[in-house]
């Protein structure tokens, strides 16, 4: 499930509306979308969220920890959240408060969809290693903050940069997975 409403809409609503007001409304929201999940295998869903794919500050968004409990009370087997960019890679103490139930994954983003910069492995490693070191090795997936096209004519960076993320994203896993399966 591709969920960037619930983060996103947080700016628009926010003001008027409170925080209280804003998760009232994320609540209903996340239990429909349970509703639907109903009966689908929890190790072949994943739920993503992000605060938006454009190029901009970001400076309004909603802090994951002002919405971690809503987006862990979706009930699949894997949860993938932007981590990678500026913005939001700081948030990745959240995690040490939060008790991931068992058999449910985080899959951190760890190449950002929105700069041209290649990330190098090693950060890519680093990045990784820190959410194995909260939850568990196998308890931890490497993703990608969001996708690199919201359509065949939207691409957030070219081509060329993209696999080169990609290429990084694996060798940066391959190197984590060493170090946490040596």
């Known amino acids: 499930m591709d969920d960037a409403f619930i983060p996103y809409q947080y700016e628009k609503m ?5 925080l209280a007001d804003y998760r009232n409304w994320a609540s209903l929201r996340i239990d ?3 509703h639907a999940l109903r009966g689908l295998p929890k ?13 901009g500050p ?7 920890k002002d919405i971690v409990d ?17 913005r939001h890679e700081h948030e990745w103490k959240v995690w040490k408060d939060v008790t991931l139930l068992a058999g ?3 899959m951190p983003g760890l190449i950002a969809h929105s700069t041209n910069v290649v990330e190098h492995p090693d950060l890519v490693a680093e990045r990784l290693l820190r959410y194995a070191d909260i939850v568990g090795r196998d308890s931890v997936m490497a993703g990608t903050d969001c996708g690199f096209s919201q359509s065949p004519l939207a691409g957030r960076v070219h081509r060329s940069i993209m696999w080169a993320k990609l290429k990084c994203l694996a060798e940066g896993a391959a ?8």
């Open 70 to 86: 809503l987006v862990l009370r979706v009930d699949v087997g894997a949860y993938s959240f932007e981590a990678a960019n500026p």
């Open 43 to 55: 190790d072949r869903t994943r739920y993503h969220i992000c605060w938006g794919s454009w190029n």
């Open 58 to 64: 970001h400076m309004f968004d909603v802090p994951i």
């Open 175 to 182: 190197i984590a997975s060493k170090l946490l399966w040596h």
């Open 14 to 18: 926010v003001p008027p509306m409170t």
């Open 32 to 34: 429909a979308l349970n």
């Open 104 to 106: 449910k994954v985080l």
